[in-house]
T-cell receptor, first 115, second 113 residues
Framework: DAGVIQSPRHEVTEMGQEVTLRCKPI?????LFWYRQTMMRGLELLIY????????DSGMPEDRFSAKMPNASFSTLKIQPSEPRDSAVYFC?????????????FGEGSWLTVV | GENVEQHPSTLSVQEGDSAVIKCTYS??????FPWYKQELGKRPQLIID?????GEKKDQRIAVTLNKTAKHFSLHITETQPEDSAVYFC????????????FGQGTTLQVKP
């Protein structure tokens, strides 16, 4: 399997612009996670889906952030409007539920810089 | 709420020495504890994990121990090498059946040649 695929890998955008990050999870996985990583805050869970349904979005910073998962093989994280403090690495990850524990596999990340 | 505390935040050791990273968790229902290694500019990758029915697990130079009573678990790296230098994250499965992992804050390990 190709693993979790994210795009774009790098994006530089101006403050106020809309940013859309994309993710294709590992085929057959039933969980999808969006994490944000910064030096100050570490790895933060923003939102996660189970079978395409959002389960917990309590980590989404504010209304400027939204996420969708229209089908089992695609998810988007959108920031509108973007601000410099949104600059971070955004990781998408997926897993297959097991009662003995979920092993999460990360994508390579989308490096976002908002200037 | 669910919480995972990780210590130390930074760790510097001499090549060949051992390194130990410790984590505590708050949710007594947690039953799965993975460890991830993140090299500079790369994604976090699973290096070892342990489940609650096991007290210790070893894989070559790395080992994890789990104390469910005290709600803490540790990563042990023996005979450290420069390529072990990275950020290490512990994690715990969230409340039963939620599917999410709660990550610790990370430990930056530097192995000096």
């Amino acid at each position: 399997d190709a693993g979790v695929i994210q795009s774009p890998r790098h994006e530089v955008t101006e403050m106020g612009q809309e940013v859309t990050l994309r993710c294709k999870p590992i085929s057959g996985h039933d969980y999808l996670f969006w994490y944000r990583q910064t030096m100050m805050r570490g790895l933060e869970l923003l939102i996660y889906f189970n079978n395409n349904v959002p389960i917990d979005d309590s980590g989404m910073p504010e209304d400027r952030f939204s996420a969708k998962m229209p089908n089992a093989s695609f998810s988007t994280l959108k920031i509108q409007p973007s601000e410099p403090r949104d600059s971070a690495v955004y990781f998408c990850a997926s897993s297959l539920w097991k009662s003995t524990g979920n092993t999460i596999y990360f994508g390579e990340g989308s490096w976002l810089t908002v200037v | 709420g669910e919480n995972v505390e990780q210590h130390p935040s930074t760790l510097s050791v001499q090549e060949g020495d051992s390194a130990v990273i410790k984590c505590t968790y708050s949710d007594s229902a947690s039953n799965y504890f993975p460890w991830y290694k993140q090299e500079l500019g790369k994604r976090p990758q699973l290096i070892i994990d342990i489940r609650s029915n096991v007290g210790e697990k070893k894989d070559q130079r790395i080992a994890v121990t789990l104390n469910k009573t005290a709600k803490h678990f540790s990563l042990h790296i023996t005979e450290t090498q420069p390529e072990d230098s990275a950020v290490y994250f512990c994690a715990a499965h969230g409340s039963s059946n939620t599917g999410k992992l709660i990550f610790g804050q990370g430990t930056t390990l530097q192995v000096k040649p």
